[in-house]
């Protein structure tokens, strides 16, 4: 089985940056479009990010966009968010997941694999 595994939370101050950063087993990494996800406390798991399997095309939510960054690599089986500008609102568990459609973009139902998650807490 797919296992992903994310890294790179943590605290920090408003206004300040993380990298996150998810692990991925198997030899079939780039064949996948990849997406982040994040889910606050009381709220239901929203869209981040996703890229394409070649890193050519990425999408952002509206909340994220201009502030934060997508990113694989396909030769170490990792992708990355980073995350710059933070604001309190960011706050959530951040998850990474591989998409098992063409391009699922958005749709949670499109991931087939999850991340455990890493926290990110974004203090005012």
């Known amino acids: 089985q797919v296992q992903l595994v994310e890294s790179g939370g943590g605290l920090v101050q408003a206004g300040g940056s993380l990298r996150l950063s998810c692990a991925a087993s198997?030899?079939?990494?780039?064949?996948?479009?990849m997406g982040w996800f994040r889910q606050a406390p009381g709220k239901e798991r929203e869209f981040v990010a996703s890229?394409?399997?070649?890193?050519?095309?990425?999408y952002y939510a509206d909340s994220v966009k201009g502030r934060f960054t997508i990113s694989r690599d396909n030769a170490k089986n990792t992708v990355a968010l980073q995350m710059n500008s933070l604001k309190p609102e960011d706050t959530a568990v951040y998850y990474c997941?591989?998409?098992?459609?063409?391009?699922?973009?958005?749709?949670?139902?499109?991931?087939?694999?999850w991340g455990q998650g890493t926290q990110v807490t974004v203090s005012s």
């Open positions: 997941a591989r998409d098992t459609t063409v391009w699922g973009r958005t749709s949670i139902s499109a991931y087939d694999y």
């Open positions: 890229i394409s399997r070649a890193g050519g095309t990425t």
């Open positions: 198997g030899r079939t990494f780039s064949s996948y479009n």
